[in-house]
């Protein structure tokens, strides 16, 4: 095996919103490295693609289900994942409601609000939080969080007024975090730009246009560019890195 192969070796794993996207890039990806994973999702069919995808790679893969718009449902992630091996080294909270395709794409504003701030914010802040206090009982840790480029900068219409609400309280929550958990457990966030994913693979000529005008790097970002930013930062190479928002966009400055 390759040093890339085995980084990240005996390294015990959890990646919410693991069955689509970023989150299974990633789940792949740590799984690559020698990684042990927790593969999380709401769907057990969507779940088991990605262990079968995993499977076979010489680390230890499962798989636990939760909605997490339910609190019930996320604490007894949480404390289940944590039981499954004995404890987790690394809480990849990547889990996010997608307003943007399929049915949830026609809910009012209203309910594509409420929906982002259950899954992406209260979500995120209450399970990052009871994993971060396990973490630090069990002797340190790493969490790494979503964020988005643009919601430091800003986005004209709907979604990006809303994605930047909420990814914003993400970000700043990812900081102060790091600060309650330092100095044994180690919390950074991503935040990536125009990532090709499932509504990117049909965006319409204009806003194709777009992605390509405002990333300096000229091209979509792809989903495995944010999952190896992830890996890196469960690793021992940013073992001085907390409280950090890394910014996977390309070079794009708004």
Not at 41 to 54: H, N, T
Not at 131 to 155: H, Y
């Amino acid at each position: 095996m390759s040093a890339a192969e085995t980084s990240l070796r005996g390294l015990r794993c959890a990646v919410l919103g693991a069955t689509s996207g970023i989150g299974r890039a990633t789940a792949v990806a740590l799984a690559r490295a020698g990684a042990d994973v927790i593969v999380h999702g709401r769907r057990l069919d969507a779940a088991m693609d990605v262990v079968r995808e995993i499977e076979g790679r010489g680390a230890r893969v499962a798989s636990i289900l939760a909605d997490l718009r339910s609190r019930e449902q996320g604490d007894r992630l949480v404390a289940n994942a944590w039981k499954l091996w004995g404890g987790l080294d690394a809480w990849i909270h990547f889990a996010g409601a997608d307003v943007l395709t399929g049915d949830a794409a026609k809910l009012s504003f209203d309910d594509k609000l409420d929906l982002l701030w259950e899954v992406d914010v209260v979500a995120a802040i209450r399970l990052c939080r009871d994993v971060g206090r396990r973490m630090v009982e069990g002797g340190g840790g790493s969490i790494v969080t979503m964020g988005w480029d643009q919601a430091e900068t800003g986005m004209e219409g709907d979604s990006g007024e809303s994605f930047a609400a909420v990814k914003g309280a993400v970000m700043a929550f990812t900081r102060s975090l790091a600060m309650s958990l330092a100095p044994s457990v180690r919390v950074n966030g991503v935040a990536p730009g125009w990532i090709r994913t499932a509504w990117g693979e049909g965006a319409p000529k204009e806003w194709q246009e777009r992605v390509l005008r405002e990333t300096p790097l000229r091209r979509w970002g792809e989903a495995e560019d944010v999952a190896r930013a992830a890996a890196f930062l469960v690793g021992p190479q940013s073992s001085f890195l907390t409280g950090q928002i890394v910014r996977v966009n390309g070079g794009a400055v708004r």
